[in-house]
Every structure is written in C-alpha cells, then in structure tokens.
C-alpha cells in the first residue's frame, strides 16, 4: 500500500518539480502541465496549493535562496571575518559544481526580474544572504562586494560550462577568485 503524502510534502515535492522545469525552459517557457506531470500530480492540485503560475515561480525562488541561506550558515558556522567568507564560498563552490540544477534555476530566477512581484521575491532573497554574510564576517562594504562580484562571476563561467576545462582566459578569472583551475 503506497503511503500517502501530506499537502506539506506534495508542496515540498512540487517546488523540486518546479525548480528542474524553470532551470530548464526559464520563467515564461515552462507550462504549468508540464510541472504537475514532473511532480505527479493534476494541474488543478498544483493551482490549489500554488494559484498561479508565478507564485509556484515565487516559492521555488524563495525556497533556492532560503536554502543557499542555509548553506552559508553551516559553513561559516563558528567562524568569524574572512574566515566565514571562506568558509560560504567554499560550500558555494561545492554548490556550483554539483548541482546545475540550482545554478541554472538561479539564473533564472535573475532573468525573471523584468516582473516586478518576481524581482522583489530576488533582491529579498539576495539581500538576506548579503546581510548574513556580513553580520557573520564583520567585514566592512568593499570585502562583502568582492565576496559577492565572486560570486556572481562564478555563476556566469559555472552557466558557460568552463569550470572543469578552463581555457586560458577562464582560467585567469577562476584563480582571481580563489580557485585552481
């Protein structure tokens, strides 16, 4: 007898569902049906627990920024300054190389910011791992901003696929921000 899943962990499986069909096809070329059909379940269901398309797109954007959140909270766990910097880019790293999916669902979501209610879920989202990091590194203005330029850098060379076999010009920009190429 299969086991019956609550409305908390059909959501929980409808953002996976959701945050694999935006990385892919991006905002406005991923249909709904296609999401409920990934998560197995009616597109009505998926509209009884989201209402809208956007909203689904609001809480998978919501969910990746709350979850990279609590990325750098373990990371920097018991760390103070460079060291809590290090240690959240370290695990970002980890992030960027393992898992496309939330890279490209990422970027995603920054395309998306044309809507207004879309852009907003963003920059809060964004702004809470900017506050984090520095509240938890102490680190004035200029070393948060060359935390997160990384980071952002990072991001387009990990979208061109140029991480595992640089090229000469790649290869500057990945050792400029800490990595061996």
Known sequence: MATRLTATERKDDLLDAAMIEF?????EGTS??????RAGISQPYLFRLF???KELFKGTVARCFRETLEMFQRAAEGTRGEEALKAMGGAYMDVLENDRVRLRAQMQAYAACDDPDICEVVRNGYGDLVAYAQRVSGLPAEEITTFFARGMLLNVLASMQVMDEPEPWTR???EGCG???
């Open 172 to 174: 500057l920009l990945l």
């Open 51 to 53: 209402g809208t398309k």
């Open 179 to 181: 990595k061996e190429a």
């Open 32 to 37: 709904t049906e296609d999401i409920a059909r």
């Open 23 to 27: 990385a892919e096809h991006g905002y």
